[in-house]
């Protein structure tokens, strides 16, 4: 197995006992949504990072910057992938009251829109269907529309593209950092 794709998968079991952790200690996701976003953000970064040095430490022969790049998006894809499914599983079975909490803001938040003329017709307007539509059918609708979006497997894909993307950008980021200024003699 490739030392980029080790990294990337010991990383990302390690953002997930983090995760786990941090739930155990009773910090609910409520509590630890944004310190738990930039560790996964740091941990991902921190695999492309590890994984790549490795990689041009180990390489015997010159390569050139695309291949850097692909064995930095080789640490990044699998972490990515990976917790994501790790999300999915930890929203829809460890802590579903993560998802009930946001689901119950929404619907507070809805109950003041209608409440305000003005916003409720800001909201009518916003679809064509609500135009005939009673407030007790507007209501239900919204309702059924953010429990999809805020759904487990929609947080989850959606945290898989974001990943994905970040993996990207960092994987092309690092290998300048590194060619530049670590490796620079190297090349």
Do not use: C, H
Request: hydrophobic share 50%.
């Amino acid at each position: 197995m490739r030392v980029t794709l080790k990294t990337g998968i010991i990383l990302a079991f390690g953002w997930m006992l983090v995760k786990l952790s941090l739930f155990g200690m009773g910090m609910s996701s409520e509590k630890s949504f944004i310190p738990s976003l930039f560790l996964n953000m740091f941990f991902l970064i921190l695999a492309i990072t590890i994984g790549l040095y490795l990689q041009k430490r180990k390489d015997t022969e010159q390569g050139n910057a695309l291949k850097d790049i692909k064995s930095g998006m080789t640490a990044g894809f699998p972490y990515a992938i990976l917790v994501s499914l790790f999300l999915y599983i930890y929203y829809a079975k460890v802590d579903p009251a993560y998802i009930e909490s946001k689901i119950a803001d929404r619907e507070v938040l809805l109950d003041k829109i209608i409440k305000d003329p003005k916003q409720f017709q800001k909201l009518r307007d916003s679809n064509a269907n609500y135009e005939v539509m009673t407030v007790k059918q507007i209501k239900k609708a919204e309702k059924n529309n953010g429990k999809s979006a805020l759904s487990a497997s929609n947080n989850a894909t959606f945290a898989m593209l974001a990943m994905l993307l970040y993996a990207m950008f960092n994987s092309i980021f690092i290998t300048i950092i590194l060619r530049k200024i670590v490796f620079k003699n190297k090349n």
